[in-house]
T-cell receptor, first 114, second 115 residues
Framework: AQSVTQLGSHVSVSEGALVLLRCNYSSSVPPYLFWYVQYPNQGLQLLLKYTTGATLVKGINGFEAEFKKSETSFHLTKPSAHMSDAAEYFCAVSRGGSNYKLTFGKGTLLTVNP | NAGVTQTPKFQVLKTGQSMTLQCAQDMNHEYMSWYRQDPGMGLRLIHYSVGAGITDQGEVPNGYNVSRSTTEDFPLRLLSAAPSQTSVYFC??????????????FGPGTRLTVL
């Protein structure tokens, strides 16, 4: 069975600072990995995904993530935080082609301070 | 396209009452799923469907029923609501197209409170 661990339930950064949200996964088969963002009182929106190929994945709103198989990690980064990035971020893993059965991490709430 | 729609947005039930959360998608997606979101728990899979007439249990299925008579609709039924089912419920849909792996699209959620 796969699982996802997000280190840090709450991350606070200053506007313009680097954003780093950590995600580690466990999976017995090659994983498909996702980052979703949830703004207050809204549904989840896909930021980026890794399936196969290039291990550095670029997503929307300037975010990117790198798949590191040796470290079983898929950390999310953004060079310069903006106030509008304040939201909750979820890392998720899908086993193989089962894109209807995601296992989510517990989420990281990102606060951006002016 | 409206995408994934959910009704109602908010609902308050008393313990023991039953209700159905509605979910519909207009993208002709084969796959649909229900998740619940609780503080500090992330999202957990309740039930899912890989096509009309085919459903299966996820991680936390107890107390919930589903059916899928059409591609578009995937209702979630609470037969006898309990306070432990107070949560935000999300419906999601996805599809497959050969070697392309496609993400799940999520609805806006239903916030349910059971008193």
């Amino acid at each position: 069975a796969q699982s996802v661990t997000q280190l840090g339930s709450h991350v606070s950064v200053s506007e313009g600072a680097l954003v780093l949200l950590r995600c580690n996964y466990s999976s017995s088969v090659p994983p498909y990995l996702f980052w979703y963002v949830q703004y207050p009182n809204q549904g989840l929106q896909l930021l980026l995904k890794y399936t196969t190929g290039a291990t550095l994945v670029k997503g929307i709103n300037g975010f990117e993530a790198e798949f590191k198989k040796s470290e079983t990690s898929f950390h999310l980064t953004k060079p310069s935080a903006h106030m509008s990035d304040a939201a909750e971020y979820f890392c998720a893993v899908s086993r193989g082609g089962s894109n209807y059965k995601l296992t989510f991490g517990k989420g990281t709430l990102l606060t951006v301070n002016p | 396209n409206a995408g994934v729609t959910q009704t109602p947005k908010f609902q308050v039930l008393k313990t023991g009452q039953s209700m159905t959360l509605q979910c519909a998608q207009d993208m002709n997606h084969e796959y649909m799923s229900w998740y619940r979101q609780d503080p500090g728990m992330g999202l957990r899979l309740i039930h899912y469907s890989v096509g009309a007439g085919i459903t299966d249990q996820g991680e936390v299925p107890n107390g919930y029923n589903v059916s899928r008579s059409t591609t578009e609709d995937f209702p979630l039924r609470l037969l006898s609501a309990a306070p432990s089912q107070t949560s935000v419920y999300f419906c999601a849909s996805s599809w497959t197209s050969g070697s392309s792996y496609n993400e799940q699209f999520f609805g806006p959620g239903t916030r349910l409170t059971v008193l």
